[in-house]
């Protein structure tokens, strides 16, 4: 492993990169709409200028539910990231989507994280390239079921934090 850390190293050398910031972090956090649920995203990651590329390095997704209704129960979170860009050095293009965590009846107010596999790799941020936190939690209020979804996204137009949130009733 040091040896692929010196290679790495020697290579974003060779290319004339500039010292990666240290951690940075994302977040957002969107309610349902229904005065139910309010999901949250947090993404972490290390950026890097290399000549005239901004390259981003995700290194961990973090999801939170939180219950707003005393007539809400959640009843699963779900925690993922998304890849699709070229990579600085070690691999041509990413393109995956991952689950991180599948977890039955959150506690509301917690955080729950995963850390994607692509996490040592630098992916270029601009035109289609981007990485994304994403999370969906599920609640059951009244008999019915629902959804609701969101992502934190970096390198989607216009390159910077991208923000959504998506609800569904379920049948």
């Avoid at 969107?30 to 005239?52: E, H, M, N, P, W």
């Avoid at 997704?61 to 070229?86: E, H, K, M, Y």
């Avoid at 999370?135 to 008999?143: E, I, K, L, N, S």
Wanted: hydrophobic share 45%; aromatic share 8%.
């Amino acid at each position: 492993m040091a040896r692929r850390s010196a290679c790495t190293g020697l290579a974003m050398l060779l290319l004339g990169a500039a010292a990666a910031r240290a951690e940075g972090v994302q977040q957002g956090c969107l309610s349902d709409g229904s005065f139910s649920t309010r999901l949250c995203v947090r993404i972490y990651y290390d950026d890097l200028a290399v000549k005239d590329a901004h390259y981003v390095r995700l290194t961990r997704v973090q999801a939170t539910a939180v219950r707003t209704s005393a007539q809400v129960v959640l009843t699963d979170l779900r925690v993922g990231a998304v890849v699709l860009g070229r990579c600085l050095v070690g691999c041509q293009a990413l393109d995956s989507g991952k689950l991180l965590v599948n977890l039955p009846f959150p506690t509301s107010r917690t955080w729950y994280a995963g850390v994607p596999p692509w996490s040592q790799r630098w992916i270029l941020v601009g035109g289609a390239s981007h990485q994304c936190g994403t999370a969906a939690v599920f609640w059951r209020r009244g008999g019915r079921n629902f959804r609701y979804t969101m992502d934190v996204c970096f390198g989607m137009p216009p390159d910077a934090l991208s923000l959504s949130g998506r609800a569904r009733g379920l049948r």
